[in-house]
């Protein structure tokens, strides 16, 4: 038996050029959306087995659609939007040294109440806010930057040397990979292009996290919040295995700090956020902390489908009353909200507890309201994950090709497993690496074969780690979204997208008009199929 299932990826009128329209969120409540694009995938009704998606020659009007998006870089954007991939908006010096309403680009929560200060020396301060991952994040940016140059093979290079060594390794290429992919909407338009241009698989740098969060979704659904509805509604906030200061250390100051109203946070198979105490109004509990997390789903679900907690066994350990109790609260509150964080739970078998998590919040909405917000798109990843469905109707982990380019294969295929990073450089099936890190400096893979060419799409900090790989390793130095360039990224709650601005400015190209110039030097080189 075959379910079809609808993804739906929604960008903002300036991204996409539309009209909005109405339509209801995943709380029920009608808000208006910008833009939706779905298309209706099949998949197997048996979940999480091996799921491969592939497109017949002809395709889809869904997919013809993504793939003349694919075709034109600009996609009809005015030049002046900061999203588009033109050169002209790669990089914008902030008018002062002071920026307020600075929007961080370091954590998918892309708080919005900042005030940055670039000084004299190329450094970066935001006085007054406590957030460790944000004063991480900024140390790596200094004088230095504007002045790192490009790299081929281990030697200095200008930049036409650069893009022409980089579009030789695509251009041969039969089987490239571009990872890591932490960039922003117009850098992920660009690579896309780029992409099918060159057959390349797409994958991010947190595709486990992303692909977890995502089978559920195709499988069976889900009902989404905000993190406005969390701080105007919710009454019961209940945390699954998760802690959400550890990796988001503003968390509970933007969404429940300063509220008045009477709140009860209760998490289940942890201990309390240390974080949370300083919330007023706010009952904070632990509930089976130690307990076995799919254990604990089992109970739950069974319980929240109406069973009894004397008809489950729960080894005398008090897990089904306890469970029970909960749902009985859920059952009463004005409006529940569950958090969990797909990077923290345990593997490989993530997706099933997510599963479980969304068949609860579906069967509380049969009687009160309540959602699921699920922390994670770390690095722009959810950014990616969107933007890439809305133009191929896919999500992550799809090889993009336009039908000439491969010989007798579709233009898309998805696979969430065969097309995994780790999975593709330990079995040696990848012959180039495109890797684009433009928020922080993580290198690639040291699994990565040293005989596999690799362009480097990166922070400045990676220059040195690139000219000590040597040979067939291209680098290009490129700006930090909302440090040097500006752009546009989702928010972790996936209904908002916010506008970056350039903090700092330095001379440094965008990812998006790098992808762009490299698409274009692709284009003219001598058009040959590759055979599969």
Request: charged fraction near 20%; hydrophobic fraction near 45%.
């Amino acid at each position: 038996m075959w379910q079809f299932v609808t993804l739906c990826s929604r960008l903002t009128h300036n991204l996409c050029g539309a009209a909005g329209r109405r339509d209801a969120d995943s709380a029920g409540q009608m808000r208006r959306i910008a833009q939706t694009a779905a298309v209706s995938i099949p998949l197997s009704a048996v979940p999480h087995e091996r799921r491969t998606i592939r497109r017949t020659p002809a395709p889809s009007p869904c997919i013809r659609i993504g793939m003349e998006l694919a075709k034109s870089a600009a996609m009809h954007l005015s030049s002046i939007d900061p999203s588009s991939t033109s050169p002209s908006a790669a990089t914008s010096a902030p008018a002062s040294p002071v920026t307020r309403d600075w929007i961080c680009p370091f954590c998918p929560l892309l708080c919005d109440d900042l005030v940055v200060e670039s000084r004299e020396d190329a450094t970066l301060a935001v006085p007054d806010t406590e957030c460790p991952r944000l004063a991480q994040a900024l140390a790596c940016y200094g004088s230095a930057d504007a002045q790192c140059g490009n790299s081929v093979d281990g030697q200095d290079a200008d930049l036409d040397t650069a893009l022409a060594s980089a579009a030789r390794i695509l251009a041969s290429a039969r089987r490239p990979l571009f990872g890591s992919l932490t960039t922003d909407v117009a850098g992920t338009r660009a690579l896309y292009t780029l992409a099918a241009g060159c057959g390349a698989i797409l994958d991010h740098l947190h595709g486990d996290a992303m692909s977890a969060a995502t089978l559920p979704l195709q499988d069976r659904g889900s009902f989404f919040t905000t993190l406005s509805e969390v701080r105007s509604r919710a009454d019961l906030l209940v945390f699954f295995g998760c802690r959400p200061s550890q990796r988001y250390p503003r968390f509970f100051a933007r969404t429940l700090e300063g509220t008045q109203q009477q709140r009860d946070l209760v998490f289940v198979g942890c201990t309390p956020d240390p974080a949370a105490s300083s919330l007023a109004n706010a009952r904070i509990e632990a509930l089976l902390p130690d307990a076995d997390p799919f254990d604990t789903l089992a109970l739950w679900s069974a319980l929240s489908e109406g069973r009894e907690p004397g008809a489950l066994q729960d080894d005398s350990t008090g897990a089904a009353e306890a469970l029970a109790t909960l749902q009985a609260r859920i059952a009463a509150a004005h409006y529940t909200v569950l958090v969990y964080e797909p990077a923290a739970l345990p593997g490989p078998h993530a997706a099933l507890l997510i599963e479980a998590l969304n068949r609860i919040v579906k069967a509380a909405n049969r009687t009160v309201r309540a959602g699921c917000l699920a922390l994670g798109g770390d690095d722009g990843a959810l950014t990616v994950n969107q933007t890439v469905t809305w133009l191929s109707g896919l999500p992550l982990r799809t090889r993009v090709s336009t039908p000439a380019r491969i010989a007798g294969t579709a233009p898309l295929d998805y696979d969430p497993y065969r097309y995994r990073t780790a999975r593709l450089l330990a079995e040696g099936e990848i012959d180039a690496l495109l890797w684009v890190a433009s928020f922080a400096p993580p290198a690639w893979p040291q699994a990565l074969a040293e005989d596999v060419p690799a362009i480097v799409l990166g922070h400045p900090a990676l220059a040195q780690a690139a000219k000590s790989r040597g040979g067939a390793t291209v680098f290009i130095p490129v700006a930090t979204p909302g440090i040097d360039s500006g752009g546009h990224l989702f928010r972790v709650d996936g209904s908002v997208v916010m506008p970056l601005a350039a903090a700092r400015g330095a001379a440094l190209p965008s990812v998006a008009a790098i992808a762009s110039r490299l698409a274009e030097r692709l284009h003219a080189q001598p058009a040959a199929q590759v055979q599969p």
